[in-house]
């Protein structure tokens, strides 16, 4: 009744089913051949546990069952996409960086101070989301415990909003995570603050919003142009 439940209870639950085929076992064993392309492997796969087969670039991929034992099969894929597209619907996301009047900016000065502004639109509630956002070459996250230069302190009477709650946020050397859930329908804002310490012409990366355990919950956010640090 509760679906997939949380990854602690699908832990356990994985567990505990293997605990059970260990101590008790099975009188049938999988067994299979693979035809790859339109070639049969010689080899026949006979196995009680799970097991790899790597299948590199072969278009059509035959599985048969020789065996008196169901068996189960899933795929993994690893790659990168050519090309990137944005994507939107009942969530949207988009970014911007500011300088320290406020203005967007594009091309910045070596040591310049930058607030990265994430701004969020969804038309309901949605939970267990991800925010993935891969900073460019020329910019790293700044340590706001360093005092001995500038920095932009938080705004005064800035309050926790319960429409948008962070649960784990975390400053990596390459991206800033955010993890959370928004609870009702609105547009928010989230920001960090980042500083140029490398001079040259940057891509700027995809912004990603995403539900951790659906993927099909997703917005995507494109930059067009590259971010300039003289």
């Given at each position: ?13 994985t ?8 101590k008790h ?22 196995v ?22 169901s ?24 970014r ?19 607030t ?7 038309l ?69 603050q980042?500083r ?5 012409k ?6 990603l ?13 494109v ?8």
């Open positions: 009744s509760s679906g997939w439940g949380t990854t602690h209870n699908n832990a356990w639950i567990y505990g089913l293997a605990a059970y085929l260990a076992g099975s009188a049938n064993i999988a067994a299979g051949q693979f035809q790859l392309n339109d070639e049969v492997m010689p080899k026949v796969f006979t009680d546990k799970t097991s790899n087969f790597p299948i590199h670039n072969y278009e059509k991929i035959t599985l048969s069952n020789t065996g008196d034992a068996y189960f099969v899933s795929l993994h894929l690893r790659g990168q996409p050519k090309n990137i597209e944005e994507k939107k619907g009942f969530l949207e996301i988009s911007q960086y500011l300088n320290s009047d406020g203005e967007k900016v594009e091309e910045l000065n070596h040591g310049d101070l930058l990265v502004k994430i701004n969020i639109k969804t309901k509630e949605v939970k267990d989301l991800v925010i993935i956002d891969l900073l460019p070459g020329g910019l790293e996250i700044e340590d706001e415990s360093l005092k001995t230069r500038a920095f932009a302190p938080a705004k005064a009477g800035a309050k926790t909003n319960w429409r948008i709650w962070p649960d784990f946020i975390e400053k990596r050397d390459d991206r800033y995570l955010w993890f959370g859930k928004i609870n009702t329908e609105g547009t928010y804002e989230i920001t960090y980042v140029a310490v490398t001079q040259g940057f891509a700027q990366a995809p912004l919003l995403e539900n951790m355990y659906d993927p099909t919950i997703q917005a995507v956010f930059p067009e142009n590259k971010l300039i640090v003289k």
